[in-house]
């Protein structure tokens, strides 16, 4: 059975291999796991486990918003979201 702790202990190896920031942040039943990957563009995980688990994502800063400038790492963070999805989900 896959729990919020596993998932988020992927996500934090994913993040790993490919040299990302990360950090977890907890609200109750809920994970967040922020990946880090330019200055105000994060990725932003949420998990949150009950009979399954729903995994949410978002990006941009801390108002999921980015700027123009950003907007090259676009292709980078939907190459890592997808990557996420696939191995973090996986039973």
Known sequence: MVDVNNIVNKIMGIAGELGIAASVEEYGRERVVIL?????????????????CDIEYAIGDENFTFKSSSIELLRRAVEIIERINNEATRA
């Open 36 to 52: 880090e990957i330019g200055e105000d563009f994060s990725i932003y995980v949420s998990i949150v486990c009950n009979s399954e």
